[in-house]
């Protein structure tokens, strides 16, 4: 593999690793816009803390499209996260 299409490759892995922080970044800050939060502005430093080791995964997309769907889970059978 040439150089040029070696940096292409990287970029384009760089770019998705971007891309699936930046989501589940957007996925935490939804969670903390959720009604759970409405009323009761405190949030538990251990979900905090499970939220970041999302995001510093090297696996990130998929564990915030799961976090995802369990926090939607919760807030149609809880009405909260």
Same mark, same amino acid.
């Given at each position: 593999m040439? *150089?040029?299409?070696? /940096?292409?490759?990287?970029?384009? +892995?760089?770019k998705?690793? /971007?891309?699936? #922080?930046?989501y589940?970044? &957007?996925?935490?800050?939804?969670?903390?816009?959720?009604?759970?939060? *409405? *009323?009761d502005t405190?949030?538990?430093?251990?979900d905090?803390?499970? =939220?970041? &080791?999302? #995001?510093?995964?090297k +696996?990130? /997309?998929? /564990?915030?499209?799961?976090?995802q769907?369990?926090?939607? =889970?919760?807030?149609? *059978?809880?009405?909260?996260n």
């Open positions: 040439n *150089y040029i299409k070696k /940096l292409q490759a990287e970029n384009a +892995d760089l998705e690793e /971007l891309r699936a #922080i930046k589940a970044v &957007d996925n935490f800050r939804s969670v903390l816009a959720s009604p759970k939060f *409405y *009323y405190t949030i538990q430093v251990s905090v803390h499970n =939220y970041l &080791d999302i #995001i510093e995964s +696996d990130t /997309l998929a /564990l915030a499209e799961e976090a769907k369990e926090s939607a =889970y919760r807030t149609k *059978y809880y009405g909260h």
